[in-house]
């Protein structure tokens, strides 16, 4: 009897993982520019948020801030919103065109995660999906920073007050996620301009116009953290 017992479990184990697998691999060849239908999503959010960790919390503390999340915003704009748009609303046809498509960060199935896992989402991405990882790329204060950031794109008001000042400063515009980003007063970064600003025909004007437009304040936040690799 006993010996049954565990032959049949091992089997169906088998059996189970053999059907997963084949369910697996049957979504390869297929086309990423169809929405999932809503019972995957469904199950794909209920895992992710069981199963996403937390971020350990910052050495020093990372003040939620207006002026930390403007350079959330400021980093958000170049890293971020080549996929999940300005807004973060996800709302155009290159977002739609992902399997899954690009999460709306003002949702309620995004807003949901603790402050801690939306660190780790940057920090780590999401495999399988187009959401990568950023840990060799972003820092951790800046990763913070960014958190704060999304979560006051939830907040209608909050979004388009910090929209106004991005523009102010020259911020609001889509550069290359991966880029090196120019901070005024970097000159090493200097070279770099070209591949940071993806849209600019004339990148020496642009580079120009965002150190008119830095204020003080910002000046001082954006000399405080580094990208990792310069
Ligand atoms: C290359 C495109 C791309 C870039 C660039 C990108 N993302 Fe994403 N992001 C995605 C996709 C696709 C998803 C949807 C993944 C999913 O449904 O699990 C996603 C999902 C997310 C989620 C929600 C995860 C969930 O469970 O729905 C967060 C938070 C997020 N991204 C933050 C960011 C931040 C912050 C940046 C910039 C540092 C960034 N993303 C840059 C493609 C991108």
Same mark, same amino acid.
């Given at each position: 009897?006993?010996r049954?017992?565990?032959?049949g479990?091992i089997?169906?184990?088998i059996?189970?993982?053999?059907?997963g697998g084949?369910f697996g691999?049957?979504?390869?060849?297929?086309?990423?520019?169809?929405?999932p239908?809503?019972?995957?999503e469904?199950?794909?959010?209920?895992m992710?948020?069981?199963k996403?960790?937390e971020?350990a919390a910052?050495?020093t503390?990372?003040?939620?801030?207006?002026?930390n999340?403007l350079?959330?915003g400021?980093?958000?704009g170049?890293?971020?919103a080549?996929?999940?748009? /300005? &807004?973060?609303?996800?709302d155009s046809?290159?977002?739609?065109s992902f399997?899954? #498509?690009? @999460?709306?960060?003002?949702s %309620?199935?995004?807003?949901?995660y603790?402050?801690?896992?939306?660190k780790?989402?940057?920090?780590?991405?999401i495999?399988?999906?187009?959401?990568?990882?950023w840990?060799?790329?972003i820092?951790?204060?800046?990763?913070?920073?960014?958190?704060?950031?999304m979560?006051a794109?939830?907040?209608p008001?909050k979004?388009?007050? /910090? &929209?106004?000042?991005?523009k102010?400063?020259?911020?609001w515009?889509?550069?290359a #996620?991966? @880029?090196?980003?120019?901070? %005024?007063?970097?000159?090493?970064?200097?070279e770099?301009l070209?591949h940071?600003?993806a849209?600019?025909?004339?990148?020496e004007h642009e580079?120009?116009?965002?150190?008119e437009?830095?204020?003080?304040?910002?000046?001082?936040?954006?000399?405080?953290?580094?990208?990792g690799?310069?």
């Open positions: 009897m006993k049954q017992f565990w032959v479990l089997a169906g184990i059996v189970c993982g053999i059907i084949v691999l049957s979504l390869v060849g297929k086309k990423a520019t169809v929405e239908p809503e019972w995957e469904e199950m794909a959010t209920m992710k948020h069981r996403i960790p971020a910052p050495a503390r990372i003040e939620n801030s207006e002026e999340i350079t959330g400021e980093h958000f170049h890293h971020c080549v996929c999940h748009d /300005l &807004e973060g609303d996800a046809d290159f977002a739609k399997y899954p #498509p690009v @999460a709306d960060l003002a %309620p199935d995004v807003q949901e603790s402050d801690a896992q939306l780790w989402i940057i920090d780590n991405g495999r399988y999906t187009g959401m990568p990882g840990e060799k790329i820092d951790d204060a800046t990763q913070w920073k960014i958190v704060y950031y979560r794109l939830a907040n008001e979004a388009e007050k /910090l &929209e106004e000042v991005l102010e400063r020259g911020f515009k889509i550069g #996620p991966t @880029a090196e980003h120019h901070h %005024p007063g970097e000159e090493a970064a200097g770099q070209e940071t600003h849209e600019g025909a004339e990148p580079h120009e116009e965002q150190g437009h830095h204020g003080g304040a910002v000046q001082e936040e954006t000399h405080e953290h580094s990208h690799e310069h």
